[in-house]
């Protein structure tokens, strides 16, 4: 071979090389990055030429996969009771991407999942096409309709909890959004909904003449909002006293706020009254303190514990635990991240203190933390770690994956949940008691009311509370609804307060779950 041809043998058999070289990156080392890729149509129109696997309540479908006329978006996603299921499935859509379960289950669901790879070579084999595996949830079907129904003219949230295995019986956000004006495959439409949906928390953007929701129908209240507890954070600071022998149910602790600042003792309705409103609340024992939630007393056991130790009390419910740093090991997923709910470090031993033993201050919790601590009670001083995915299924729906019960911590002994127990019961049975709307003939019913004041001297209209519990026949659940100041319409000031307002839902979810 002479040397200007094997000069060009050479220089070909390097281009062969490059070319190898080349197909490899793409094909192996890159192949994921461009599956994923935002701008890779073909890989969003494989995604809706099949079937999606569905989201399974009690074992029937939620959602269903519609065949189309549209050659690029072949089968569409339908939510089968839309608003009500929202804040658990989320939405899936060919133009603004997925959130929740539709995004954290997506592998299943789309059949990409390697654990369904068998069962998508026997689909192909026998000609049944490709299908998505299902997604199994823990909700209770008529737990959610009674929340939803509750709430869907407010502006709130709810959640219902399995005391004993974490379960998500029940998680409504409300106002909701229909996720099947995302899912369609018309790009104007979609667009225009999800301006709609989403225009006031972008601060980058300002369309005037869009005519979107200021309630923010998107937010998931349960897990993504916090709030002041108000005095259902009174459980804690019972748990803190009894805990640390500061105070016995039946004991009248004492009480010396001389020199407090008590415009910490704002009346509203018929809970949270000082001394000077009710006087119930003189002498009281610890029980009868909780029954007619009386924040001198709380404030006073809350000066007597100490800030640190109400501060340990509440981060073993749960606070102050899912946040960032050391404690993003313990975060929380349902299906999103739970943010933390926060009760603060370095409070004084005064008006600071006494404010957060109410609630108050800068203490926040989530609708999910503060039913966390209902179950907590409920279940012998146990956190049960909240899941709401109960199985991920093939497509013939047998199971590959099923979530087990974990125990988050011990926030209490068993002998202080009995005791806390004991006096939420009192809560709902004993004359004169805040919680009284929660009642369920034949049931065992326990709970806590909370009116959360807002502003510089109580000045904005207070948030309502109900935190309660549920047990007959072996039936339990844990129960927390709460309810934004907007919903209380023309209802007067003094005439907002949880038991009003948020325990006949409460009441409703709790039935759903226990009575047959």
């Known amino acids: 071979m002479n040397k200007p041809l094997r000069r060009v043998s050479v220089f070909c058999l390097i281009l062969v090389a490059a070319l190898m070289l080349r197909a490899n990156w793409v094909q192996v080392v890159k192949a994921d990055d461009y599956a994923t890729d935002s701008h890779n149509k073909r890989a969003i129109y ?4 099949h079937p999606r696997g569905d989201f399974l309540v009690e074992g029937k479908p939620i959602t269903s996969s519609v065949k189309t006329d549209d050659k690029q978006y072949e089968f569409l996603r ?5 608003p009500m299921y ?17 995004s954290i289950d997506d592998d299943i669901l789309s059949g990409k999942d390697s654990r369904l790879f068998v069962r998508k070579v026997l689909d192909t084999v026998t000609n049944k096409g490709t299908r998505g595996g299902n997604v199994a949830l823990t909700i209770n079907a008529k737990a959610q309709e009674a929340a939803y129904n509750g709430l869907k ?16 019986l029940a998680m409504v956000s409300t106002p909701s959004y229909d996720p099947n004006v995302l899912a369609q495959n018309d790009r104007n439409a979609v667009a225009k909904a999800y301006d709609q949906l989403t225009l006031d928390t972008d601060k980058n953007r300002k ?15 349960p897990i993504r909002k916090t709030y002041p507890p108000g005095s259902t954070f009174k459980l804690i600071t019972a748990a803190a006293a009894l805990s640390e022998n500061r105070a016995k149910p039946g004991d009248a602790p004492r009480v010396d706020l001389k020199g407090a600042d008590h415009t910490l003792f704002y009346p509203s309705s018929n809970e949270g009254l000082s001394e000077k409103t009710h006087p119930g609340c003189v002498g009281a024992t610890l029980q009868r303190a909780l029954e007619l939630s009386c924040n001198t007393v709380f404030a006073q056991l809350g000066t007597d514990v100490g800030p640190a130790k109400l501060r340990e009390q509440a981060e073993r419910f749960g606070f102050n635990n899912f946040g960032k740093g050391e404690a993003q090991k313990n975060a929380l997923y349902i299906p999103s991240r739970v943010v933390d709910s926060k009760f603060p470090a370095g409070l004084d031993a005064g008006g600071q203190t006494m404010r957060s033993a109410i609630g108050q201050d800068s203490v926040t919790a989530t609708p999910m933390e503060m039913a966390m601590v209902v179950a907590g009670i409920v279940n012998q001083g146990r956190i049960m770690k909240p899941y709401v995915v109960d199985e991920l299924r093939a497509q013939n729906l047998s199971v590959i994956e099923k979530t087990q019960p974990e125990v988050a ?7 202080v949940a009995q005791q806390l127990k004991d006096m939420m019961v009192g809560v709902v049975a004993n004359p004169g008691a805040t ?20 502003g510089v001297a109580n000045s904005k209209p207070p948030y309502a509370w109900f935190v309660s519990f549920a047990e ?21 000031r003094d005439d907002i307060g949880g038991g009003k307002l948020a325990g006949p839902i409460a009441k409703a979810i709790m039935e759903a779950v226990v009575q047959k």
Do not use: H
């Not at 929202?86 to 539709?102: C, M």
């Open 409 to 415: 911590g011990t926030a209490v002994s068993p002998e």
């Open 207 to 221: 369309k005037p003449d869009t005519n979107f929701d200021p309630r923010m129908p998107m937010e998931n209240r």
């Open 472 to 492: 007959a026949d072996g039936k339990k659940v844990a129960v927390a609804v709460v309810i934004e100041p907007d919903s209380t319409g023309d209802i007067e």
């Open 435 to 454: 919680g009284a709307p929660g009642a369920i003939q034949g049931v065992t019913v326990g709970a806590k009311t909370g009116t959360a004041q807002q």
């Open 86 to 102: 929202a804040p658990v499935t989320g939405y899936i859509s060919p133009f603004v991407d997925k959130n929740f379960l539709e």
């Open 78 to 82: 339908k939510y089968e009771f839309g």
């Open 46 to 49: 494989e995604k809706y030429s």
């Open 153 to 168: 003219d407010k502006t709130g949230a709810a959640v219902a909890i399995d005391p004993e295995t974490g379960k998500v």
